[in-house]
Nanobody
């Protein structure tokens, strides 16, 4: 099992920046792929970004590309999501997710084996 704990959410104004963290722990997680998803009230859970734990290769959703950056610190077992120029439409609960298989595209939420409980991001205009 892999355990994921998100943190760093909060209330910001449009145009501001915020960094989310995801602490990873558990048995055998060195080869996993990590991703961030988000879900606004009444909407589906959408893919945000992913990163491979070892190689560090990244994938971004078109809606956040150029504004968000996903990264990881392997020594600290932590994945980050740096969010710049936040917009009201970015407001959502952000979830950290992990999967062992990378055959399916990263945006497929059903391909993930582990999920955190989420951290709330609110963006005011």
């Amino acid at each position: 099992q892999v355990q994921l704990v998100e943190s760093g959410g909060g209330l910001v104004q449009a145009g501001d920046s915020l960094r989310l963290s995801c602490a990873v722990s558990g048995r055998s997680f060195s080869n996993i792929e990590m991703s961030w998803f988000r879900q606004a009230p009444g909407k589906e859970r959408d893919f945000v970004a992913s990163i491979s734990w070892i190689a560090g290769s990244t994938v971004y959703a078109d809606t956040v590309k150029g504004r968000f950056t996903i990264s990881r610190n392997n020594a600290e077992n932590t994945v980050y999501l740096q969010m710049n120029n936040l917009k009201p439409e970015d407001a959502a609960v952000y979830y950290c997710a992990a999967r062992r298989s990378v055959v399916v595209h990263a945006s497929n939420s059903r391909s993930y084996d582990y999920w955190g409980q989420g951290t709330q991001v609110t963006v005011s205009s």
